[in-house]
């Protein structure tokens, strides 16, 4: 099925200050210009960091760092929710304390065609071998790899990205793009750079048979 390419000329959503690339400068303009995934620390891919003789019983490194802060209400069972929201979007009770900083919980789940499933509690960069150059504001992301045998989905191919109580997706100036399909509408391929807010039960097509389904997002 073919999908409309959107307008790819101008400055877009992509760029930053100065015309410069805001993706550019966190995932490099090329592959292969850009931390690999075995130069990073072991522990902020969820991997077990290796431990030598002299470590064993001293405490180890925080698991992850602390979750941001973000304007909330809290219900009488301490669920935190969107100050727009009348009622939990945990246990359903209804709030009505006054908007405070509150550490922000998941939002939502990212479902994989593969089967993995991924609480959104920090950026996700999805991609054949992902990797980045530089930690962005929102803090070191999850490397999410996935199989491409017809080699369609890019090295870093889409980054996940959590602002506030939102969840957006951005484009990584993938070669074959990403489709973004929303219930009750047409398929819109995004543009190279592009980011936007996802909704619950999205989907992101990345092509070569994977997709990511997007579950529970507030």
Not at 89 to 102: K, P, Y
Not at 189 to 198: H, N, P, S
Request: aromatic letters at 2%; glycine letters at 14%.
């Amino acid at each position: 099925m073919h999908y409309p390419d959107a307008p790819r000329d101008g400055a877009g959503p992509g760029t930053g200050p100065q015309g410069r690339s805001i993706t550019s400068e966190l995932y490099g303009d090329h592959d292969g210009e850009t931390v690999m995934r075995s130069e990073l620390d072991p522990a902020s891919l969820g991997a077990e960091p290796d431990q030598g003789p002299a470590a064993s019983g001293a405490p180890g490194p925080a698991r992850g760092a602390a979750a941001p802060l973000v304007l909330g209400r809290r219900c009488v069972q301490g669920h935190a929710s969107p100050p727009s929201y009348p009622q939990c979007a945990v246990c359903g009770e209804h709030l009505d304390g006054e908007t405070e900083q509150v550490p922000r919980p998941a939002l939502g789940r990212v479902v994989f065609s593969t089967g993995e499933v991924i609480d959104l509690v920090q950026p996700l960069v999805v991609g054949r071998q992902p990797s980045v150059s530089r930690v962005p504001s929102g803090g070191m992301p999850r490397l999410v790899s996935v199989t491409s045998p017809s080699g369609d989905i890019s090295r870093n191919h889409l980054e996940v990205r959590l602002e506030g109580w939102h969840v957006m997706v951005r484009d990584l100036k993938a070669t074959n793009g990403t489709v973004l399909e929303r219930p009750g509408q047409a398929p819109r391929r995004l543009a190279q750079g592009e980011m936007t807010i996802v909704l619950d039960g999205d989907v992101a097509d990345l092509g070569d048979g994977v997709s990511l389904r997007f579950e529970a997002v507030p």
